[in-house]
């Protein structure tokens, strides 16, 4: 049972980031200032999670070390290329991106753990495709009014691909290195690295008079590192909890960010959605239960 939790508060934390964004939109505040922010919070909330700051110069001998720089440097890097998508192309291709992601780590578990695949979860993970398509298409008659380059269009392929390389990777350092001695030192590592990396980018942006320090961003960072870290952590969490069975886990996880999302939008900000989009909230419903169950 508290498995099952630990994915609900993951589902929910995460389906808070995305929500978070758009509010920060609206109020028109700094993505990248929240982004940076976001992720010093994510360090200071991990390092009260642990009791204690865990780096120091032993972690460098830690086998997951490597891993969690790397995933640092992504963590900062798809942030701000799913902002990048956003402006340039939209919201929809942007999630669509990210949800469709989903695939790999699904395929990856298979291929690595030799984990039971079934029908059901295969049928499961095409019924997602669907819904995710369903679920963010736009409404009938929106036009792009930006002509773009062929490489502007990369960018969802992009990332869709680092997407799900990076959860790949969570769940194959999870499974390799992380045990729950070194789980926060792991996280807070990752995170720390993500923050270096962009307050090195800010410190240039600042000196250069190209921006600057903006208090609101302060405050969206607040709102968004604490339950990033939490995000993160309770995803861990429920990984461990169904390790038997970790190729379902992320596709369902990431359904219900879709659905929950949706759902959101549609009651606190009043989006509308067509009737296809609907539809697509009823497949993934059917896909959780496919790959939950199969």
């Known amino acids: 049972m ?142 792009q009014d930006k002509k773009v380059s062929w490489l502007i269009w990369a960018m969802p392929l992009l990332l869709f691909v680092g997407s799900g390389l990076l959860d790949t990777m969570i769940k194959y350092v999870e499974q390799a290195f992380i045990n729950p001695a070194n789980q926060n030192a792991y996280l807070i590592t990752a995170f720390c690295v993500a923050a270096s990396i962009g307050w090195l980018l800010l410190f240039y942006l600042f000196a250069t008079g190209r921006q600057k320090m903006s208090g609101r961003a302060i405050l969206a960072g607040i709102g968004i590192g604490v339950p990033n870290y939490f995000s993160i952590w309770t995803l861990l969490k429920a990984l461990k909890g169904y390790s038997g069975n970790s190729s379902a886990i992320i596709p369902i996880n990431n359904m219900g960010i879709v659905l929950l999302t949706a759902l959101v939008a549609w009651l606190i900000f009043k989006e509308k959605l067509s009737a296809v989009n609907w539809l697509g909230i009823a497949l993934s419903l059917g896909a959780i239960a496919l790959i939950a169950y199969g």
């Open 2 to 143: 508290s498995s099952l939790l630990f994915l609900i508060a993951s589902i929910v934390l995460t389906a808070w980031l995305t929500i978070s964004f758009k509010i920060i939109e609206r109020l028109g505040i700094n993505n990248l200032q929240a982004i940076v922010y976001n992720y010093t919070v994510c360090v200071i909330t991990g390092s009260m999670v642990n009791g204690s700051f865990p780096i120091n110069g032993a972690l460098v001998h830690q086998p997951w070390f490597g891993w969690a720089l790397f995933m640092g440097a992504c963590f900062i890097s798809l942030f701000n290329l799913a902002a990048y998508t956003v402006q340039k192309i939209g919201v929809a291709a942007a999630t669509v991106a990210y949800k469709l992601s989903m695939v790999i780590p699904f395929v990856f578990s298979l291929y690595l753990y030799h984990e039971k695949s079934t029908v059901l979860k295969f049928a499961g993970v095409a019924l997602a495709l669907l819904a995710v398509w369903f679920t963010t298409r736009p409404a009938a008659g929106k036009k």
